[in-house]
T-cell receptor
């Protein structure tokens, strides 16, 4: 079974430029998460989707970040404009059903973003 | 003070050693405790999952939770070079929430 797929794996941009990350969750997984992992830190949740609905985006910096999950499958996370402090690894994860704590979250390999 | 504290390491041990990795936490509402392993340039993968207090064993790995001390541990027996990775603890409250709070991760290197 294929795992969570993310692209691109690496992205280097100049500040103030836009950037987008794509995630394809495990087939059949209804819940999708975007995390940001700064260097030497653990992942921090940005947004969680149940199907196509964003049920928790409280940690998403809405002035520059946006996300969508059309048709409840693939998802895109966008930053516009990017700032130096956005340099991090952006991880996508998915889980099977309602995002309960005891469900396993499966992570993708992440997109490593460097903003110059 | 962070909700979850974890020594970032690095921790270097010889092959075959017993490794002890630990996290402390401040939120007494945490009920679900997880250990993830993250290889360099990869996403985290779940190793162990424990609900409430007690021990759980899976092969060479043992997870312990001491809720009275707000302290969790992961033990790795007969450590191998392939165990070299960053180990992240994660926790969640028992209210049907999905929100994991991760530690910073401990970087482990097992020397052949």
């Amino acid at each position: 079974e294929a795992g969570v797929v993310q692209s691109p794996r690496y992205k280097i941009i100049e500040k103030k430029q836009p950037v987008a990350f794509w995630c394809n969750p495990i087939s059949g997984h209804n819940t999708l998460y975007w995390y940001r992992q700064n260097l030497g830190q653990g992942p921090e949740l940005l947004i969680r989707y149940e199907n196509e609905e964003a049920v928790d985006d409280s940690q998403l910096p809405k002035d520059r970040f946006s996300a969508e999950r059309l048709k409840g499958v693939d998802s895109t996370l966008k930053i516009q404009p990017a700032e130096l402090g956005d340099s991090a690894v952006y991880l996508c994860a998915s889980s099977l059903a309602r995002g309960l704590a005891q469900e396993t979250q499966y992570f993708g390999p992440g997109t490593r973003l460097l903003v110059l | 003070q962070k909700e979850v504290e974890q020594d970032p390491g690095p921790l270097s041990v010889p092959e075959g050693a017993i490794v002890s990795l630990n996290c402390t936490y401040s939120n007494s509402a945490f009920q679900y405790f997880m250990w993830y392993r993250q290889y360099s340039r990869k996403g985290p993968e779940l190793l162990m999952y424990t609900y409430s207090s007690g021990n759980k064993e899976d092969g060479r790995f043992t997870a312990q939770v001491d809720k009275s001390s707000k302290y969790i541990s992961l033990f790795i027996r007969d450590s191998q070079p392939s165990d070299s990775a960053t180990y992240l603890c994660a926790m969640s409250v028992d209210s049907g929430t999905y929100k994991y709070i991760f530690g910073t991760g401990t970087r482990l290197k097992v020397l052949a």
